[in-house]
């Protein structure tokens, strides 16, 4: 298991299923998409809309491509 990232911060969360433990799969919150007490990861860093997190629970580390865009693309000629 990996040590926690020492610039996690429970201050800077998301709310994005852990690929590794999985936790989420049978919390009711996590199942409608809404924000659980419980099943938050760290966010470490983001570039644009990539995300750099951490698993409180088995300290994955991984990054996540949230592809949501706060600007539309460019149309094309």
Do not use: I
Not at 18 to 41: E, K
Not at 44 to 70: D, I, K
Request: aromatic share 6%; glycine share 2%.
């Amino acid at each position: 298991m990996l040590p926690l990232d020492p610039h996690a911060d429970p201050g800077r969360r998301a709310w994005v299923p852990c690929p590794q433990c999985q936790d989420t799969r049978h919390c009711t919150p996590c199942q409608q998409r809404r924000t659980c007490p419980t099943h938050w990861r760290y966010l470490l860093t983001n570039v644009g809309t990539l995300l750099h997190l951490q698993c409180p629970h088995c300290h994955h580390l991984w990054a996540h491509e949230t592809s949501f865009r706060t600007t539309p693309k460019p149309p094309h000629p």
